[in-house]
């Protein structure tokens, strides 16, 4: 008995290092390995190959394709690539396979749409996709602001926008907000506060905390390119009511022409700059603004602070740390 | 005659869970709650799609497997260890013993998806409680496609017994799977019948209505998206199913009445 219980426990021990020797070896080996390029293959791309392969169980084939997609576009991103070419065919063998993931058509479109590195940049590709997915879903209006989105966003084609809410808000079960909006971009076209109603809708409508972060990213632009021009109107009025420029905004204040002193959406004063410009205290955690910026610092359409607060995140896996490497 | 029957099957349900059959559910377990923990952390709005997804296709494709791996063994494992004498020289006649076995088998394997269902249910409810949304109207229908499964292990079960009344096991396991491969394809060789027409077409029809039609008892991708199942197509699959097994079972037993086991 006692035998036996020696030998458990010495099987135990050697099994357990075993174990662990093989999973340093296999690490070791793949630090050796040049990057491996599989991600950019896609061995089967016919849908219905894929739907006879999974024995009519299709519906879970999907969703490894849809989650497929989703992993091949987060690390493209992260990485600031230009290239998705493996996008498109995923995310079409993902709906065809399950043509009711409206999910795919949603979010889809929008990895495919937005401009590079934020996103593939085939807004007409991404057009194709919503329509499939509203042929397939005609109920589904929700996939009518997700074309109207591409065309108002990413092609500043506003007619087409505002036709398609239009279409949008047929469907019984719409919400209000298509009709409004369909024709306040009928009126105005690409003015800040229609791009805000589609921001808000995003935020309103999804629950995926990336997709969240990035909406709350451009509204706050939206509100930081409202406040300042607003703010170096009134030190230009200042200026010429008093013929002295304001060194600060508390001087304003105290003048009775604010408040208080006026704050970023992150709650950072603005900067007061002795030429009457305004700037925001610090641009990298306020992607996407146009105004408020220093002298030399173009806009970006690339969340630069949220990809390396990203890859921070990302550095423990050993996969991404390779990439890095490479 | 009942009773005889049922101590059958009750031996035959015995022996698969002395055969530790029931292991496979922890391994249900761990796909299942590993699907519902994980994928929210490397998909996007899909976890409870692909719960559903991944649920019932376990629960399908585990039970398939059981029926084949076990219903092939059925008639030679008696054989085998020439068991199957003792009870034949009992009262007992050799279509009750047929019909005993494929009912036990049919019964452990509804106690194994029942038990699953269970577990993903509960995995269901945990999922849904965490997006706050808890059971919704929709996932009743969830209950139409496990029915529906379990037609499937009827049909399969049928087949693996029937191939194991007459040829080795693993000719018999080689048999079965290809007929569930077939099976799953049966609308796409109707389409070709269709399509091809003449003589070759009629023998595609031919073949079409021969192997069992496991497309139609196949609504997971529908349910997962809340869709229902109409009344009409549970009863008329429920038909299908009963008279297409009764025929299987039929001719399993005529062609075991024919063995000469001396």
Not at chain 1, 285 to 314: C, N, Q, V, Y
Not at chain 2, 108 to 133: E, I
Request: proline share 4%.
């Amino acid at each position: 008995m006692r035998h036996s219980w020696k030998r458990t426990l010495v099987c135990s021990l050697l099994l357990a290092a075993c174990l662990y020797g093989s999973a340093r070896e296999l690490r070791t080996v793949q630090a050796m390995r040049p990057t491996a390029r599989i991600e950019e293959v896609l061995y089967i791309s016919s849908p219905d190959f894929v739907r006879r392969m999974s024995l009519g169980y299709s519906g879970l084939a999907a969703d490894i394709y849809w989650t497929r997609a989703v992993q091949y576009f987060g690390r493209k991103h992260i990485f600031r690539s230009n290239r998705y070419d493996l996008l498109d065919p995923l995310l079409r063998l993902a709906t065809d396979l399950d043509p009711k993931l409206v999910v795919g058509y949603h979010f889809g479109s929008v990895f495919l749409a937005q401009k590079p590195p934020h996103g593939a940049g085939e807004p007409y590709k991404a057009i194709e996709l919503v329509k499939r997915g509203i042929e397939r879903n005609p109920r589904e209006w929700q996939l009518w602001v997700d074309l109207a989105f591409i065309h108002y966003m990413e092609l500043n084609d506003f007619v087409a926008a505002a036709h398609a809410l239009e279409q949008g808000s047929t469907i019984p079960g719409a919400h209000q907000f298509l009709k409004t909006t369909a024709a306040a971009m009928a009126q105005r076209g690409g003015d800040r506060e229609t791009a805000r109603k589609l921001w808000s809708y995003t935020l309103e409508t999804t629950k995926d905390p990336l997709i969240r972060e990035n909406a709350v990213k451009h509204l706050r632009a939206l509100e930081v390119d409202d406040v300042v021009p607003q703010l170096e109107t009134l030190v230009r009025n200042f200026h010429q009511r008093s013929s002295v420029q304001p060194r600060s905004f508390a001087e304003l204040v105290a003048a009775g022409w604010l408040r208080r002193i006026p704050v970023d959406p992150l709650g950072r004063p603005y900067k007061l700059m002795a030429d009457g410009r305004v700037e925001v205290a610090d641009p990298d955690p306020l992607p996407f603004i146009t105004k408020g910026l220093p002298p030399g610092r173009e806009p970006s359409i690339f969340d630069e602070h949220g990809a390396r607060a990203l890859r921070e995140k990302s550095k423990d896996d050993p996969g991404t740390k390779k990439l890095f490497h490479h | 005659m009942i009773s005889r029957v049922s101590s059958i099957a009750f031996n035959t349900f015995r022996e698969a869970v002395r055969d530790r059959v029931l292991y496979n559910l922890i391994l249900f377990a761990v796909l299942i709650s590993g699907s519902a923990l994980l994928l929210g952390q490397i998909s996007i709005e899909i976890e409870r799609l692909f719960l559903i997804n991944m649920g019932l296709t376990a629960i399908s494709l585990f039970g398939v497997v059981i029926a084949i791996f076990i219903g092939i063994a059925l008639v030679s494992k008696e054989i085998d260890k020439r068991t199957l004498y003792a009870i034949l020289s009992r009262p007992v006649r050799r279509w009750e013993f047929i019909l005993g076995k494929y009912l036990g088998l049919v019964g452990t394997l509804t106690v194994n998806a029942g038990l699953m269902a269970f577990g993903f249910f509960a995995a269901l409810l945990y999922l849904s409680q965490r997006s706050y949304q808890g059971f919704q109207k929709a996932d009743a229908h969830i209950l139409v496609a496990l029915y529906f499964i379990l037609l499937q292990f009827v049909l399969i079960t049928a087949l693996a017994l029937l191939f194991s009344s007459f040829s080795s096991p693993i000719l018999s396991a080689v048999l079965s799977f290809a007929l569930f491969v077939v099976g799953t394809f049966a609308e796409d060789i109707r389409a070709a019948a269709i399509m091809a027409g003449g003589t070759v077409g009629q023998m595609l029809k031919t073949i079409a209505y021969l192997v069992p039609n496991l497309g139609s008892l196949n609504v997971v991708a529908s349910v997962a998206h809340g869709e229902p199942v109409s009344g009409a197509l549970v009863w008329h699959n429920t038909l299908y199913v009963v008279l297409y097994s009764a025929a299987v079972i039929l001719l399993a037993v005529l062609i075991f009445d024919r063995r000469n086991f001396k």
